[in-house]
């Protein structure tokens, strides 16, 4: 695999799509969004941004994209209503933010900014949040403007299904799929500063304020000197694995390549323990990987040439630098 030189941006829209969830005009949808957001932040990039700069423009573009459940694309909880997440980590500085419990943000991922930028804390919640963003001049929305008939109807199906299994005295086993739907992206600039950002509308049908691991810095965000990762699945594992640190960790500590070290731990450590998903991982040297045990993981990059290239299903073309189609 070469090693790239030049500004690099890696994005995920989440693992655990298969053929058929999506009609032929969703699909389309979704490969344009995630063109147009690898687009907008790599222009940051040729700018002259920083990697955060470029992070946060790819994931607000996904976040107001219905066809991922981040930002405008939300699942719904078991009330009926949309609870917010996201995360934001600078490699270069090792600061990090994140906000989750979020019901009114337009995009969870400027506010995750704001508060890694302007202010002492690491992470906000629910409405002391979204005070701090209204005191930031973070855009707040009504919360019918997360409603897509798409995800209502997931919430009518999971309910159901819930109900059924309580008329039937059977525990409600939920297939690993219900855990997933995230964005995410990881840039590196022209400095050779790395950074990682994961946005999420959580879980369809959750309860009690569940939160998964987007927001964990270290769990399904991570960025450092030389390595950046975000994660999409099941969250409960990638929180108890610490698998976005153990990624950069094996690459940092045990020199292991880094697409080694992220399929060690989303194909073997997370599965063994009980999960699935996927993540995207991105070196200081370029290198990249897109490990994922799913059928299909919303996925892409944008380098030196400047064409986004992406993907959505596992036998789906995706080039890596060096290498070609």
């Known amino acids: 695999m070469a090693v790239l030189d030049l500004p690099t941006l890696v994005i995920h829209g989440g693992a655990g799509v298969a053929h058929g969830d999506l009609t032929p005009e969703e699909e389309t949808q979704a490969r344009r969004a995630l063109e147009q957001a690898l687009r907008t932040g790599y ?40 609870e917010l997440d996201a995360a934001l980590m600078d490699g270069a500085s090792g600061k990090a933010a994140a906000a989750a419990g979020l019901h009114r943000v337009k995009n969870p991922i400027l506010l995750a900014r704001a508060i890694m930028e302007r202010s002492r804390h690491v992470m906000m919640i629910g409405d002391g949040a979204e005070q701090f963003a209204r005191e930031q001049g973070i855009t707040l929305v009504d919360p019918a403007y997360f409603r897509t008939e798409k995800r209502w109807q997931q919430l009518q199906k999971a309910l159901r299904e819930e109900r059924a299994a309580q008329a039937s005295n059977q525990p409600l086993v939920l297939p690993g799929k219900a855990y997933f739907g995230t964005v995410g992206a990881l840039a590196l600039d022209a400095h050779g500063n790395l950074a990682a950002g994961t946005s999420t509308g959580g879980m369809t049908n959750k309860r009690y304020g569940r939160v998964g691991d987007a927001p964990i810095i270290g769990a399904g965000t991570w960025a450092e000197a030389g390595c950046a990762v975000s994660g999409t699945g099941w969250g409960e594992f990638y929180i108890r694995t610490a698998a976005a640190h153990e990624i950069c960790a094996r690459a940092r500590l045990a020199g292991e390549p880094l697409p080694k070290a992220a399929d060690e731990v989303i194909n073997h450590i997370i599965p ?54």
């Open 43 to 82: 222009a940051k990039l040729q700018g002259g941004g920083s990697s955060v700069e470029a992070v946060t423009a790819a994931i607000t573009v996904l976040e107001d994209a219905p066809q991922f459940n981040a930002g405008r694309g939300a699942v719904f909880t078991h009330d009926g209503r949309n």
């Open 272 to 325: 063994k323990a009980g999960g699935d998903g996927g993540a995207i991982a991105l070196g200081a040297d370029g290198v990249m990987a897109f490990p994922f045990n799913t059928p299909g993981m919303y996925r892409g990059w944008i380098g030196p040439d400047g064409v986004p290239h992406v993907a959505i299903y596992r036998e789906d073309p995706l080039p890596l630098p060096g290498q070609t189609p």
